[in-house]
Nanobody, 123 residues
Framework: VQLQASGGGLVQAGGSLRLSCAAS????????MGWFRQAPGKEREFVAA????????SYNNLVKGRFTISGDNAKNTVYLQMNRLRAEDTSVYYC?????????????????WGQGTLVTVSS
């Protein structure tokens, strides 16, 4: 399984970005896809996750109402739409995948990881 994240960049506070994670090498109808982020000097934290088959979605409370996770089954791609960005959202964002139908917020529950994409929010 390979995951390719893209879409990061520099944006002003209050702006928006959309991250993409293209997945290949697996049957993703039975996977959960997640987004995590890690800021300099901090631990990696859960952002959002979506279950392809179960239809369940979960968010970190820090981003709920501002970020939206969605998926395109035909393209095996998961998106993270990030609105009303704040300086504290600045991080490297990673996409991850785990077998199963239950969204999980622990990073050790995920089997596969993509490379990160840097999001920088200027205040």
């Amino acid at each position: 399984v390979q995951l390719q994240a893209s879409g990061g960049g520099l944006v002003q506070a209050g702006g928006s970005l959309r991250l993409s994670c293209a997945a290949s090498g697996g049957t993703f109808s039975s996977y959960v896809m997640g987004w995590f982020r890690q800021a300099p000097g901090k631990e990696r934290e859960f952002v959002a996750a979506i279950s392809w088959s179960g239809g369940s979605i979960s968010y970190n409370n820090l981003v709920k109402g501002r970020f939206t996770i969605s998926g395109d089954n035909a393209k095996n791609t998961v998106y993270l739409q990030m609105n009303r960005l704040r300086a504290e959202d600045t991080s490297v964002y990673y996409c991850a995948a785990r077998r199963g139908t239950q969204t999980m917020s622990r990073d050790d529950a995920y089997d596969y990881w993509g490379q990160g994409t840097l999001v920088t929010v200027s205040s």
